[in-house]
């Protein structure tokens, strides 16, 4: 089974520090680009950041920028996001997804990881 | 970055009828546009990419259509377990891909 499972998420201050991981399994993890979405309470989706697969590629969205890293552990099939200089306004669920043909899709998600900062 | 414009941003419709939404994004993205449905607490779930193409395991009472700015999603018979929120999302100029605000799908 394709299974993504979220984890990390938490309570942090504002100008504090999360680490988020996203276990993958039941795919080839290391032939995928793999990317953060996030969802804050009640509101719509944003997307976050995209690792390629070799990690050689990485994008952020402008409001991360600067704070937030992407980053991956193929051998252990495992993506990350290390956020850093939290604001109130990134409290949001955080979702990794798995990237079909670079950004045309994300065809699995995880059940997401809640981050409150407060 | 492209603007993505749902409509309605919530309907109430019963177990059998005809829902559709529609989709504007604020230039054209030919066909790269992607629908998906989440339901409350879960996570998103891809129904359909490029435009019209429905992905795998999503029922056929799902279909969309459209290209350049205009998209529609149509659920044609309605389910009970159909009533959810639906995103609409660009992905022709990436990064960012860019999501509509949604439209909930409520039971009426």
């Known amino acids: 089974e394709v299974r993504l499972m979220e984890s990390g998420g938490g309570l942090a201050q504002p100008g504090g520090s999360l680490r988020l991981s996203c276990a993958a399994s039941?795919?080839?993890?290391?032939?995928?680009?793999m990317n953060w979405v996030r969802q804050a309470p009640g509101e719509g989706l944003e997307w976050v950041s995209v690792?390629?697969?070799?990690?050689?590629?990485?994008y952020y969205a402008d409001s991360v920028k600067g704070r937030f890293t992407i980053s991956r552990d193929n051998s252990e099939s495992t993506l990350y996001l290390h956020m850093d200089s939290l604001r109130v306004e990134d409290t949001a669920v955080y979702y990794c997804?798995?990237?079909?043909?670079?950004?045309?899709?994300?065809?699995?998600w995880g059940q997401g990881t809640a981050v409150a900062v407060s | 970055d492209i603007q993505m414009t749902q409509s309605p941003s919530s309907l109430s419709a019963s177990v059998g009828e005809r829902v559709t939404i529609t989709c504007r994004a604020s230039?054209?993205?030919?066909?790269?546009l992607n629908w998906y449905q989440q339901k409350p607490g879960a996570a998103p779930k891809l129904l359909i990419y490029?435009?019209?193409t429905l992905q795998s395991g999503v029922p056929s009472r799902f279909s969309g259509s459209g290209s350049g700015t205009h998209f529609t999603l149509t659920i044609t018979t309605l389910q009970p377990e159909d009533f959810a929120t639906y995103y609409c999302?660009?992905?022709?100029?990436?990064?960012?891909?860019?999501f509509g605000g949604g439209t909930k799908v409520e039971i009426k």
């Open positions: 039941g795919f080839t993890f290391s032939a995928s680009a």
């Open positions: 690792i390629s697969a070799s990690g050689d590629k990485i």
């Open positions: 999302q660009q992905c022709y100029s990436v990064p960012p891909p860019t």
């Open positions: 230039e054209d993205i030919k066909h790269y």
């Open positions: 997804a798995k990237d079909v043909e670079w950004l045309r899709r994300f065809d699995i």
């Open positions: 490029a435009a019209s």
